[in-house]
C-alpha cells in the first residue's frame, strides 16, 4: 500500500510542485468566513470537479461543519478530504476468469488509448497473463503502425488490420486468434470518436456485436479512456459511450499533466463507473490501479 | 442535460414585465445565471469572475430596449461582451522571407498532427508551396502518421532519422529554402508545459529557425486547466495564434475565453471533423452563442444561406406565406434542404433543448425519409403536384408504384402536406409572432 502511494506520489510530483501548498495557504489558522466557502468553491471548480459536484460538496462540508462545531479553516481540510474520498470508491479487483478475457479499448480520439493498452499489456503481462493486442484502429493514419511499434517494445504479439480496413473484422480475426492460441487477456485497441458523431457510434456498436458473435460473451470487459484534462464534456462523454458499448470501467490517461481529473467524481456519481486505473507517465510502467486516497491528495494539493 | 442560458434568464426574469433600466438587484440576480452557465461551460474559475464583474457594471442601468425582454438584454451584453473577449479571427502570418515557418505547439493528444495536415492543405489550396516537418520523434509512429497524411495530400514530409526536432527543423528549413518551398510546417510532440526538458526543446526550435507563427492547438474539451498550460506554453515560446480542435464534439468550448483571456493570442482556426477539410475560420459571434449553450444558430442559418439560392429562397418564403404552397413547392425545398449537408450535422447545430432532441434522431433515419418523401413527389404528375386534391384511391396506388412505397407512405405524405399548410396559414394570421422562439432567442 505504502508503495502504490509513492508511486502515486511520484506521478503527481511534477503537478503538485505547480499548485503546493495551495490548500494549506487558503485552509490557515483563521476562522471560517463567507471568504473561505469561496476559496474552497475555486479550489473545488479549478480542479474540474464541476458545479453540481461542487455545490453538493460544499454542501455537505456546510452541514458538517455545523455538526461537528468546526471554527477554524484548518480543520476543514480534514473534512473535505474525507467528503471527497467519501464520493470514490476503490477499483474493483480485476478478476479474468474468462480465458481469454476480452476487453475493448474505446474514446475520444487523443485520449491516449494507444498508449493505455501498451502499458495494460507490459503490466498484464508482468503479472503472468499472456496478452494478445488486436490493433482495429483502422482509420487513424499510422494509428496501427503505433500499436506495432509499441508490441515490438514490449514483445507482445498483435493483430492488425489494413489502414481502411473493417475495424470489426480486426476486432473479429484478433478474438478468433486469442481462441486458438489461449491467451488469457486480449486487448482490443479502436479507433477515437467524438460521442457525438452518430455514424461513428454506430460502427463501435457493431465492433462490439462482433466481438460477442466471435466469442459469447465478449467484450468482457469495455474501458473508457479519458483524458485527465477533460473539462465538462467527460460526463457526456462517458453517458454516450456507456450508453453505446456498455463501459464497464474508466481509464484517466494524463494524470500526470498538471489537470486534476476532477470530472471522476461526476462521472462516478452520476454513471457509478468505477476508476480502474490512472495514467502517470510515459513509461509504460506509469500507469498505476486508480488509488482514490493519492487521487483526493491530489485534487488537494 | 443543460439548459441553455437564455431558458434560465427567462425564467428568472419571467415576473419582470416593466420595462426601463436593469436595477442592481435584477443583474445580481442574472449574473448568478451567467457564471453558472459560464462555469459549467468550462471557462476558467477566475477568467469567469473577471468576466462576470465587467459585464454586471455594463448591465446596471442598461435601458432595456423595445424590442427585449431583461432576460434577452442581459444575454445581449453577455454575448457582445464575450464576442469582444474572443477577438477577432486573424490569418496566418505569411508575411516575411519564405519559406515561413509555422509551429504547432500542444499537449498530447490534442490534434497537432491532423492539424498540421489541414492546415497544409488550406495553404496549398491557397497557392503555397508546402513541405510538412516530423518534429516529434517521441511517440511512437507519430513520424508515420505524418508521412501517410503527407502522401494522402501530396505534400512532402521532412524527416531524417536519429536527428533532433531542432537540428530536424533547420535541415527542412534549409532543403525547403532551396527547393522553393512556401510553407514549412512543424509539427511538434505532443507535451506537458511542465515537463522542462521539452520545453527547452521547443525554445531550441524557435532559436534555430525563424518562426514566422507558433500556434497552440488544444482540444475544445479542455477544463479548468487550460489556463495553466496556455500560460506554460506562452512563457516558453512567443504564441502567436490558437487553435482549437475537435469543435465537432458538444464541449461548448469555454476554454477558448479562458485561454484569450490569459494570452491574448487570435484565435486562428478550429478544427470540425475527420476529414482533411475539416478546418474552419472562427467566427466570434457563434463561438460566443456556444459557449452560452445557444446552439451554433447563426451557423445553422448561415449554412442555409449558402446552399439557398437567395431570390428563390424569397420566392418560396412569399409562397409558403401566402398558403399557396403546392407540393411542388414542398420539393424543391427538400432538394434545398438536402444541399445543405448531411440531415445529422445540421440537427447537431440546434440549440439547447432542440439539439437534445435532434440527438435521438438517426440522421440515417432522417435521410432515409426524405428520400422517400422526394420519391413519393417526384412520381406523381405535374398537375397532381399543383393540385393534390385530386388524387383518388387509384392515383394513390399508381404513385405508390412509381416511388416504390405504400399507399399508406402516399397518404401520410399528403396528411403531412395539408398540416403544413394548415400550419402557414395560422402563420400568416399571427403574422408570425412566436415563431423566433423555435431557435431558442
Known amino acids: 500500500m505504502a508503495n502504490i502511494f509513492t508511486q502515486w506520489k511520484e506521478g503527481l510530483a511534477r503537478t503538485s510542485k505547480a499548485a503546493f501548498g495551495q490548500i494549506a495557504t487558503l485552509l490557515g489558522a483563521t476562522e471560517i468566513s463567507d471568504e473561505t466557502w469561496d476559496d474552497l468553491e475555486a479550489i473545488m ?33 480534514a473534512a473535505l478530504k474525507d467528503e471527497l ?91 478468433q486468434a486469442a481462441i486458438t492460441r489461449k491467451t488469457d487477456i486480449l486487448l482490443i485497441d479502436t479507433a477515437g470518436r467524438l460521442h457525438t458523431r452518430f455514424n461513428l457510434m454506430e460502427e463501435l456498436k457493431k465492433v462490439h456485436r462482433v466481438v460477442g458473435k466471435a466469442l459469447p460473451g465478449a467484450p468482457h470487459q469495455v474501458w473508457l479512456v479519458m483524458d485527465a484534462t477533460t473539462g465538462q464534456n467527460a460526463l457526456q462523454q462517458a453517458r454516450a459511450f456507456k450508453e453505446a458499448v456498455k463501459v464497464t470501467g474508466v481509464i484517466l490517461a494524463k494524470l500526470d499533466s498538471s489537470a486534476r481529473g476532477g470530472m471522476a467524481f461526476a462521472i462516478q456519481k452520476e454513471l457509478g463507473l468505477p476508476i480502474l486505473f490512472a495514467g502517470l507517465g510515459e513509461k509504460p510502467d506509469d500507469l498505476q490501479p486508480f488509488d482514490p486516497d493519492g487521487f483526493v491528495a491530489g485534487v488537494l494539493e | 442535460m443543460f439548459e441553455n442560458l437564455t431558458e434560465r434568464l427567462e425564467n428568472v426574469f419571467k415576473e419582470l414585465r416593466r420595462r426601463g433600466k436593469l436595477s442592481e438587484v435584477d443583474v445580481d440576480v442574472a449574473m448568478r445565471e451567467v457564471r453558472l452557465a459560464l462555469l459549467e461551460a468550462d471557462v476558467n474559475y477566475a477568467v469567469v469572475k473577471d468576466f462576470v464583474a465587467r459585464v454586471r457594471q455594463r448591465s446596471i442601468g442598461a435601458e432595456v430596449s423595445k424590442a427585449l425582454n431583461p432576460g434577452q438584454q442581459v444575454i445581449k451584453i453577455v454575448h457582445e461582451e464575450l464576442i469582444a473577449t474572443l477577438g477577432q479571427p486573424d490569418r496566418l502570418n505569411l508575411a516575411g522571407p519564405k519559406p515561413r515557418v509555422l509551429m504547432l505547439v500542444g499537449l498530447q493528444g490534442a490534434g497537432k498532427t491532423t492539424a498540421a495536415g489541414k492546415i497544409g492543405r488550406l495553404l496549398r489550396k491557397q497557392g503555397e508551396r508546402v513541405m510538412l516537418v516530423a518534429c516529434d520523434p517521441y511517440r511512437p509512429a507519430a513520424v508515420k502518421q505524418l508521412q501517410t497524411l503527407g502522401d494522402k495530400l501530396d505534400i512532402p514530409v521532412a524527416y531524417e532519422q536519429g536527428v533532433p526536432p531542432p537540428e530536424m527543423a533547420w535541415r527542412a528549413f534549409d532543403k525547403a529554402q532551396k527547393g522553393g518551398y512556401s510553407v514549412l510546417i512543424l509539427d511538434t510532440a505532443g507535451r506537458s508545459q511542465l515537463d522542462d526538458a521539452l520545453m527547452k526543446e ?79 475560420i472562427y467566427d466570434p459571434a457563434r463561438l460566443a452563442s456556444r459557449i452560452l449553450g445557444m446552439g451554433d444558430v447563426i451557423g445553422l442559418i448561415e449554412k442555409a444561406e449558402t446552399a439557398f439560392d437567395q431570390k428563390e429562397a424569397e420566392k418560396q418564403a412569399q409562397k409558403l406565406m401566402s398558403g399557396d404552397f403546392s407540393l411542388q413547392d414542398f420539393a424543391d425545398q427538400l432538394r434545398q434542404l438536402r444541399k445543405m449537408g448531411p440531415l445529422g450535422q445540421l440537427l447537431e447545430m440546434l440549440p439547447g433543448q432542440l439539439g437534445q432532441m435532434a440527438k435521438s434522431v438517426s440522421p440515417q433515419e432522417a435521410e432515409q425519409q426524405l428520400k422517400l418523401t422526394e420519391a413519393i413527389i417526384n412520381s406523381m404528375t405535374a398537375e397532381e403536384r399543383r393540385r393534390p386534391d385530386i388524387l383518388n384511391a387509384s392515383r394513390r396506388r399508381r404513385i405508390a408504384r412509381g416511388s416504390g412505397t405504400d399507399v399508406q407512405d402516399v397518404n401520410r405524405l399528403m396528411k403531412q402536406f395539408r398540416e403544413m399548410q394548415k400550419m402557414m396559414k395560422t402563420i400568416k394570421k399571427t403574422g408570425g409572432r412566436g415563431l423566433p422562439r423555435l431557435f431558442g432567442m
Not at chain 1, 471548480?45 to 471554527?71: C, H, N, P, W
Open chain 2, 202 to 280: 521547443l525554445k531550441a526550435i524557435a532559436s534555430r529557425v525563424q518562426v514566422a507563427d507558433t500556434l497552440l492547438v488544444v482540444d475544445s474539451m479542455i477544463g479548468q486547466e487550460a489556463v495553466n498550460i496556455a500560460k506554460g506554453f506562452r512563457d516558453s515560446v512567443s504564441l502567436s495564434g490558437l487553435i482549437l480542435t475537435k469543435m465537432d464534439g458538444d464541449s461548448r468550448g469555454g476554454a477558448a475565453i479562458s485561454i484569450r483571456s490569459v494570452t491574448g493570442v487570435p484565435i486562428k482556426f478550429l478544427a470540425t471533423g475527420e476529414g482533411l477539410d475539416a478546418i474552419e
Open chain 1, 45 to 77: 471548480i479549478q480542479a474540474d470537479l464541476g458545479v453540481d459536484t461542487t455545490q453538493d460538496m460544499l454542501f455537505a462540508l456546510d452541514e458538517r461543519t455545523r455538526r461537528e462545531g468546526i471554527i477554524f479553516a484548518k480543520d476543514l481540510r
Open chain 1, 85 to 175: 474520498r467519501r464520493r470514490l470508491d476503490s477499483p474493483p479487483p480485476l478478476v479474468f476468469s474468462q480465458k481469454p478475457t476480452v476487453i475493448l479499448i474505446v474514446g475520444v480520439n487523443g485520449s491516449g488509448k494507444t498508449t493505455t493498452i501498451a502499458k495494460l499489456g507490459k503490466r498484464f503481462t508482468r503479472q503472468g497473463y499472456s496478452v494478445l493486442l488486436g490493433a482495429a484502429d483502422t482509420f487513424r493514419a499510422a494509428a496501427v503502425e503505433q500499436l506495432e511499434t509499441w508490441a515490438g517494445r514490449l514483445n507482445l504479439p498483435v493483430i492488425s488490420g489494413q489502414m481502411g480496413g473493417d475495424s470489426a473484422a480486426v476486432a473479429f480475426d484478433s478474438v
